[in-house]
């Protein structure tokens, strides 16, 4: 076991290699997913004015005690205030104002009451005349139903901060601050290669004794749900002329990282590393991890570059380990993994290995019970499909029996 590289060290090794991008500006509607470079400070008060949370009647607190259901208190209505409109004047002492959802507090006012309590009828488009007065059925205390300049977010507070993924929630924000150009770091560029005589493109005749290329199409996948782009290369043939065709072209894409699938099992590796060594140069890791232990680790060019296991299942689970936090790194993203505890729900064997089993999570009793899904072989893709997460099995440990708690690795929901 020891001559094994294991999981943490060959990872800090390789992120030693790799810094956030640089900035690119870009117009708020390209900026779902992109990773904010530095802070927004809002130019505004949200509120930008004091307005009426309710459609109804501003008024002065104090003006209204006497407001009773059995006993309303007629008052006459000086001014009227539509959305979209800012009163010049301020509240006449002892009349109301009719006033919309969102439209600014006159000065004067200190409260407002809400259509409900009044015996006035409101349509949707209140455009009737105004009426000269309104008896209100209810006293307001000071600040009702108003919402306050600055309540939400205040002129000069940092209100996005520099590394936070865009979302709805933040778009939002930026949009209410009237932010529309913003700097986000760069998306890191990828380019995919998959190594193999037995393979064709889904869009090709499979031949008996042939498969389909899933690993480059699952590894664009898995780029882009962390922020990055792809190119996928046509498959290369398992000759150095080949696959050597195949980096150079990759190169051409200017990209932040190329990976390949295939080709570094025993025996297999010789056509990749002899490509990479005249182009680049490259380390060769066993590591002590299940699935996936062969992993190839260098740079094609000045590019870095992974030479991912050809099993399905290991190439998915080996980015998942050391290509996402590299991307995520690139990206300006955190490298953390949303991980919990779970309690195992069968006896697992492993064999010594860190092992990364493909389980679901059934909530039951206040905890998490983590079930495998079906065959753990590493070529058995749906194994993934039905994972929620991956159970780590410690190196070392060969039996686990069930009933342990162990840490699940969550996987990502969308
Ligand atoms: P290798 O690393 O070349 O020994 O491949 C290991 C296993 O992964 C073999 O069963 C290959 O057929 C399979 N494999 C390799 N590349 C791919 C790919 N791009 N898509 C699907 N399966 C693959
Ligand atoms: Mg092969």
């Not at 009702?144 to 901060?161: A, H, K, P, T, W």
């Not at 740079?299 to 380990?321: I, K, Q």
């Not at 499909?385 to 840490?407: C, H, I, N, R, Y």
Request: glycine share 8%.
């Amino acid at each position: 076991m020891s001559n094994l590289l294991s999981v943490d060290t060959a990872l800090e090794r390789m992120l030693k290699d790799f810094q956030p991008l640089s900035p690119e500006e870009i117009t708020l509607d390209e900026a779902l997913g992109r990773v904010l470079s530095s802070d927004i400070v809002s130019p505004v008060n949200i509120p930008a004015f004091a307005n009426a949370s309710m459609d109804g009647f501003a008024v002065r607190a104090e003006e209204t005690t006497s407001a009773q259901t059995e006993f309303p208190l007629s008052l006459p209505i000086s001014m009227d205030i539509p959305a979209g409109t800012f009163p010049e004047k301020s509240l006449s002492p002892g009349t109301v104002a009719r006033i919309m959802t969102g439209a600014p507090i006159p000065d004067g006012a200190n409260a407002v009451i809400p259509v409900e309590l009044t015996d006035a009828f409101w349509t949707i488009n209140a455009q009737e005349t105004l009426p000269e007065s309104v008896a209100l059925k209810q006293a307001a205390r000071r600040g009702d139903n108003i919402r306050l300049i600055g309540e939400d977010i205040q002129i000069g507070q940092v209100v996005i901060s520099a590394d936070t993924v865009l979302r709805a929630e933040e778009i939002g924000v930026l949009a209410s601050i009237g932010r529309g150009r913003l700097l986000v770091y760069r998306r890191p560029r990828v380019a995919i290669v998959s190594t193999g005589d037995e393979l064709v493109d889904i869009h090709d005749q499979l031949q008996r004794g042939q498969i389909y290329d899933s690993n480059s199409y699952a590894l664009a996948a898995l780029v882009e749900s962390y922020g990055g782009t792809c190119v996928r290369l046509p498959i290369a043939r398992d000759t150095v002329s080949d696959v050597r065709a195949a980096f150079l072209s990759a190169l051409e894409h200017d990209p932040d990282i190329i990976i390949s699938s295939a080709g570094v099992s025993v025996g297999a590796f010789d056509v990749v590393r002899t490509v990479i060594n005249g182009l680049g140069r490259v380390d060769f890791w066993k590591i002590n991890v299940r699935p996936g232990k062969p992993l190839a680790y260098g740079r094609v060019g000045e590019v870095p570059y992974f030479g991912l296991p050809g099993n399905p299942v290991s190439a998915m689970v080996t980015f998942d380990l050391f290509v996402r936090p590299a991307i995520c790194r690139l990206a300006g993203r955190s490298l953390d993994v949303p991980t919990i505890m779970a309690t195992t729900g069968e006896d697992i064997y492993s064999d010594g290995r860190r092992s990364y089993l493909r389980v679901r999570l059934i909530h039951t009793d206040g905890e998490y019970i983590a079930h495998l899904t079906g065959t753990q072989s590493s070529g058995a893709l749906t194994s993934m499909v039905k994972a929620d997460g991956l159970l780590v099995v410690p190196e070392d440990v060969k039996f686990v029996p069930a009933g342990t708690q162990l840490s699940v690795r969550k996987l990502r929901t969308f």
